[in-house]
């Protein structure tokens, strides 16, 4: 069983400092797998994705990467194991140029990194081809959807296997959460494992295989997307959907 | 005219113009103020670094230029060693002091980093006073001899000059590698976003550390040429007074450059000299002027953060886009 899946939570409790956030959280992601992390503001999210990345430090329980334990591995030890995140509110590097943005991106590969960005540009230039049109402009200068297009880039210069993404579609106009949506899209069909924390809880059910529902730092649903979006508590709550009427 | 080839310019004028210099003044004096330029250069292409660059905070780097100025002074007056092994050690000493105050800004950022190293340099001055049975106490410490490497003693301004200056370009040469490349990326990275550069696996812990730990030691190696070739120290040298001065050169000369520092470094250095420097100017205007440095700095760095929020860097860079 743990060697099926690629990202494997098992009772973790996590916080920031003494204060608790996450309270015995279990989950796992497959190979392949679009996974939805949904919940309301303060739900322990944000916290989650962190904690698996490294960022904060899990105060018990065991996170496993492809079977092997990453409980207390550091960040940069993370993205080299194949694990990106793009951080909610992007947190690009303001100053620098779109190319130098994704330079970093590819930060962990090293000595292999004339290559490793090489081919990661292309790739991702291919993807958001109105990032290679930006690509000598300061980051700072973009439109939020080019932002968030580029913390995406960034991510996925690093060449991962598990790509974590925090509210991609906070503040974006619609178009561009669709444009954004449609490259994960693609991302999926590589083979790409994604899970995604989303405000938007139909967008994120829409496209993904699985979710969980997150409520006060526990997991309290979790299930097929598809039954999720017509799961009437969540309809309720999170979709804002009053009882009888039809999914959009 | 291409930007690349306008720097590269640039550099051989200026590279040529340091390197020349004493063949044209022959003043022992003035050339004593340019050597002291060199000698402040290299702290502040260190501070460049630490804070142009990583966006880390130091108001104690006179805590360091001192710690590497006693060290020094100490292991050639008391201990008799040789001059270069004295530097050597200073150099050590003044990089293991960087990698100490590197563990606060781990955890503190911004203002708080700002008090913690502020700290550090009031610490460091009060050791200096208050060890007198090493570094002389509030007398101060005399009779540090001239740099020597084997027989050949450096005792002329001209010698002076060109050792400091060669020290200052092998920082130059040094910290423009590393800001052209992958660390000083990461550097920047920091500065743009510390949780932004995590998730990119930049080693954070690795890079803040490193950075403290270059620009303490250029900041010491300072010091221990100061010690050297003025042969005599005191506290009084290397007070928060100093570390807010190499401060606000780095901060008017730009982050993000190591150019712009440098020639911050030389007209705020040449203005203390001012009456030396200019002949027709009075006595007492220059008197004026220098009881009003301080204000001059403070001025000066409001109105860059105001006017020109990337300094002289800055500007240089904005005439030339324009032009």
Same mark, same amino acid.
């Given at each position: 069983?743990t060697?099926s899946?690629?990202?494997?939570?098992?009772n973790?409790?996590?916080?920031y400092?003494?204060?608790?956030?996450?309270?015995?959280v279990?989950?796992h992601?497959?190979?392949g797998?679009?996974?939805?992390?949904?919940?309301?503001?303060?739900?322990?999210?944000?916290t989650?994705?962190?904690?698996?990345?490294g960022?904060?430090r899990?105060s /018990?329980g065991?996170l496993? $990467?492809?079977g092997?334990?990453? *409980?207390h591995?550091?960040? +940069?030890?993370?993205? =080299?194991r194949g694990?990106?995140?793009?951080?909610?509110?992007?947190l690009?590097?303001?100053?620098?140029?779109?190319?130098?943005?994704?330079?970093?991106?590819?930060?962990s590969?090293?000595?292999?990194r004339?290559?490793a960005?090489?081919?990661g540009?292309r790739r991702?230039?291919e993807?958001f081809p109105?990032?290679?049109e930006?690509?000598s402009q300061?980051?700072e200068?973009?439109?939020?959807g080019e932002q968030?297009?580029l913390?995406?880039?960034?991510?996925?210069m690093?060449s991962?296997?598990l790509?974590?993404?925090?509210?991609?579609?906070?503040?974006?106009?619609?178009?561009?959460?669709?444009?954004?949506? /449609?490259?994960?899209?693609? $991302?999926?069909?590589?083979g790409? *494992?994604i899970?995604?924390v +989303?405000?938007?809880? =139909?967008?994120a059910?829409?496209?993904?295989?699985?979710?969980y529902v997150m409520?006060t730092?526990?997991?309290?649903?979790?299930?097929?997307?598809?039954?999720l979006l017509?799961?009437?508590?969540?309809r309720t709550?999170?979709?804002?959907?009053?009882?009888g009427e039809?999914s959009? | 005219?291409s930007?690349?080839?306008a720097?590269?310019i640039?550099?051989?004028i200026?590279t040529?113009?340091?390197?020349l210099l004493?063949?044209v003044?022959q003043?022992?004096?003035?050339?004593?103020?340019?050597?002291?330029?060199?000698?402040?250069a290299?702290v502040?292409?260190g501070?460049?670094?630490?804070?142009g660059?990583?966006?880390?905070?130091s108001?104690?780097?006179?805590?360091?230029?001192?710690?590497g100025?006693?060290?020094a002074?100490?292991l050639?007056?008391?201990?008799?060693?040789?001059w270069?092994?004295?530097?050597?050690?200073?150099?050590?000493?003044?990089?293991?002091?960087?990698?100490?105050?590197?563990?606060p800004?781990?955890?503190?950022?911004g203002?708080y980093?700002?008090?913690?190293t502020?700290?550090?340099?009031?610490l460091m001055?009060?050791?200096?006073?208050?060890a007198d049975?090493?570094?002389?106490?509030?007398?101060?410490?005399s009779?540090v001899p001239?740099?020597?490497v084997?027989?050949?003693v450096?005792?002329?301004?001209?010698?002076l000059?060109w050792?400091?200056?060669?020290v200052?370009?092998?920082?130059?040469?040094l910290a423009?590698?590393?800001?052209?490349?992958?660390?000083?990326?990461?550097?920047?990275?920091?500065?743009?976003?510390?949780?932004?550069?995590?998730?990119?696996?930049?080693d954070?812990?690795?890079?803040?550390v490193r950075?403290?730990?270059l620009s303490?030691?250029?900041?010491?190696?300072s010091?221990?040429?100061?010690?050297s070739?003025?042969?005599?120290?005191?506290?009084?040298?290397?007070?928060?007074a100093a570390?807010?001065?190499f401060l606000?050169?780095?901060?008017?000369g730009?982050?993000?450059?190591?150019a712009?520092?440098?020639?911050?470094v030389?007209?705020?250095?040449l203005l203390?000299?001012?009456?030396?420097?200019?002949?027709?100017?009075?006595?007492t205007?220059?008197?004026v002027?220098?009881?009003y440095?301080a204000?001059i700095?403070?001025?000066?760095?409001?109105a860059?953060?105001?006017?020109?929020?990337s300094?002289?860097a800055?500007?240089?860079?904005?005439?030339?886009s324009t032009v």
């Amino acid at each position: 069983m743990t060697n099926s899946h690629l990202l494997e939570l098992h009772n973790v409790d996590s916080g920031y400092g003494r204060t608790q956030v996450l309270r015995d959280v279990s989950l796992h992601v497959d190979a392949g797998e679009l996974v939805a992390l949904i919940g309301s503001n303060g739900a322990g999210k944000s916290t989650l994705l962190k904690t698996i990345v490294g960022l904060l430090r899990a105060s /018990s329980g065991e996170l496993n $990467l492809d079977g092997n334990s990453i *409980t207390h591995m550091t960040p +940069e030890k993370l993205v =080299r194991r194949g694990v990106a995140l793009v951080p909610e509110g992007r947190l690009l590097f303001g100053p620098m140029t779109v190319r130098e943005n994704l330079e970093l991106g590819a930060y962990s590969a090293g000595a292999r990194r004339g290559t490793a960005v090489k081919d990661g540009l292309r790739r991702v230039f291919e993807l958001f081809p109105v990032l290679s049109e930006r690509a000598s402009q300061h980051a700072e200068t973009l439109s939020g959807g080019e932002q968030q297009m580029l913390a995406v880039a960034r991510a996925l210069m690093s060449s991962p296997t598990l790509l974590l993404l925090d509210e991609p579609s906070l503040g974006l106009a619609p178009r561009v959460i669709a444009e954004i949506f /449609s490259a994960l899209e693609v $991302l999926r069909r590589e083979g790409m *494992t994604i899970l995604l924390v +989303e405000q938007d809880a =139909r967008l994120a059910l829409k496209h993904a295989d699985r979710g969980y529902v997150m409520r006060t730092g526990e997991i309290v649903l979790e299930g097929a997307a598809s039954d999720l979006l017509t799961d009437e508590s969540v309809r309720t709550i999170y979709l804002g959907l009053l009882k009888g009427e039809g999914s959009a | 005219m291409s930007s690349r080839r306008a720097r590269a310019i640039v550099i051989v004028i200026s590279t040529l113009t340091i390197a020349l210099l004493p063949l044209v003044v022959q003043d022992r004096f003035l050339l004593k103020i340019f050597t002291f330029v060199g000698l402040n250069a290299l702290v502040v292409v260190g501070i460049s670094l630490l804070f142009g660059y990583a966006g880390q905070v130091s108001l104690g780097h006179a805590g360091f230029v001192g710690l590497g100025a006693y060290t020094a002074a100490f292991l050639v007056a008391r201990l008799d060693l040789p001059w270069l092994l004295a530097m050597v050690a200073a150099g050590l000493v003044t990089a293991l002091g960087g990698m100490v105050l590197a563990v606060p800004s781990l955890r503190l950022k911004g203002h708080y980093l700002a008090m913690a190293t502020l700290g550090f340099g009031e610490l460091m001055t009060l050791g200096f006073k208050e060890a007198d049975f090493v570094t002389g106490g509030v007398n101060g410490f005399s009779g540090v001899p001239f740099p020597s490497v084997g027989a050949l003693v450096l005792d002329t301004p001209q010698q002076l000059y060109w050792l400091v200056w060669s020290v200052v370009g092998v920082a130059l040469l040094l910290a423009g590698n590393i800001v052209a490349s992958r660390p000083g990326r990461a550097m920047r990275a920091l500065h743009g976003s510390e949780l932004g550069a995590q998730a990119s696996g930049v080693d954070v812990v690795g890079v803040k550390v490193r950075a403290f730990v270059l620009s303490a030691t250029f900041a010491g190696l300072s010091g221990a040429l100061y010690a050297s070739i003025v042969g005599f120290i005191s506290p009084s040298l290397f007070t928060t007074a100093a570390s807010v001065t190499f401060l606000a050169m780095a901060v008017i000369g730009g982050s993000n450059s190591l150019a712009g520092p440098l020639l911050s470094v030389v007209l705020l250095t040449l203005l203390e000299y001012l009456d030396a420097l200019v002949p027709g100017i009075s006595r007492t205007t220059a008197e004026v002027i220098q009881a009003y440095q301080a204000d001059i700095y403070g001025l000066a760095i409001i109105a860059v953060i105001l006017f020109a929020p990337s300094g002289l860097a800055g500007m240089w860079r904005r005439t030339r886009s324009t032009v």
